[in-house]
T-cell receptor, first 116, second 112 residues
Framework: DAGVTQSPTHLIKTRGQHVTLRCSPISGHKSVSWYQQVLGQGPQFIFQ???????GRGNFPDRFSARQFPNYSSELNVNALLLGDSALYLCASSLDPSGSRTGELFFGEGSRLTVL | DAKTTQPTSMDCAEGRAANLPCNHSTISGNEYVYWYRQIHSQGPQYIIH???NNETNEMASLIITEDRKSSTLILPHATLRDTAVYYCIVRVGSGSARQLTFGSGTQLTVLP
């Protein structure tokens, strides 16, 4: 079975540009979460979506937005990129917001964004 | 969610048991202890979780102290592939939509 897939795997942008990252959850999973991982730190929660509705938002500026589509795939959008947005962006899926096994999330390999 | 404290790094000899400690002295009664690991350049991977009782699965064992203020993840026979950052996370469990709050984790290096 396919796991969580993310695209692109790597990308380079310049300051001020916009980026869209995509995530396809595991088949049957209806909840998608996004995390940002800066080099040397643990992942930080950005958004959670379930059934196309936002269920949670972390402490990130309004430049970050996301949405979930009817097929449960998701996009993370970041506007007006800053150097500090350089990070690994991880997508995680679960059957529902509480997780398939009391909180278990399945993570993708991530999209590594470099902002120059 | 309760805060956790883990050592920054640990080494373990291949074939030996790796014991990774975690302190969570402010844990509440309805908070579970979760362990995830992240192998370099990959996404985090779920290992195990528990509430009060010790737990074991095909990957590891989780030992939680009686007062629940600390726990230990045990990899019984560490291999080189177990080299990773291990995260101990405490969060409200079943029925909650709350996110995982990762700390800095423990870098486990399994030595040949």
């Amino acid at each position: 079975d396919a796991g969580v897939t993310q695209s692109p795997t790597h990308l380079i942008k310049t300051r001020g540009q916009h980026v869209t990252l995509r995530c396809s959850p595991i088949s049957g999973h209806k909840s998608v979460s996004w995390y940002q991982q800066v080099l040397g730190q643990g992942p930080q929660f950005i958004f959670q979506y379930y059934e196309k509705e936002e269920r949670g938002r972390g402490n990130f500026p309004d430049r970050f937005s996301a949405r979930q589509f009817p097929n449960y795939s998701s996009e993370l959008n970041v506007n007006a990129l800053l150097l500090g947005d350089s990070a690994l962006y991880l997508c995680a899926s679960s059957l529902d917001p509480s997780g398939s096994r009391t909180g278990e999330l399945f993570f993708g390999e991530g999209s590594r964004l470099t902002v120059l | 969610d309760a805060k956790t404290t883990q050592p920054t790094s640990m080494d373990c000899a291949e074939g030996r048991a790796a014991n990774l400690p975690c302190n969570h002295s402010t844990i509440s009664g309805n908070e579970y202890v979760y362990w995830y690991r992240q192998i370099h350049s990959q996404g985090p991977q779920y290992i195990i979780h528990g509430l009060k009782n010790n737990e074991t699965n095909e990957m590891a064992s989780l030992i939680i102290t009686e007062d629940r203020k600390s726990s230990t993840l045990i990899l019984p026979h560490a291999t080189l592939r177990d080299t990773a950052v291990y995260y101990c996370i405490v969060r409200v469990g079943s029925g909650s939509a709350r996110q995982l709050t990762f700390g800095s984790g423990t870098q486990l290096t399994v030595l040949p």
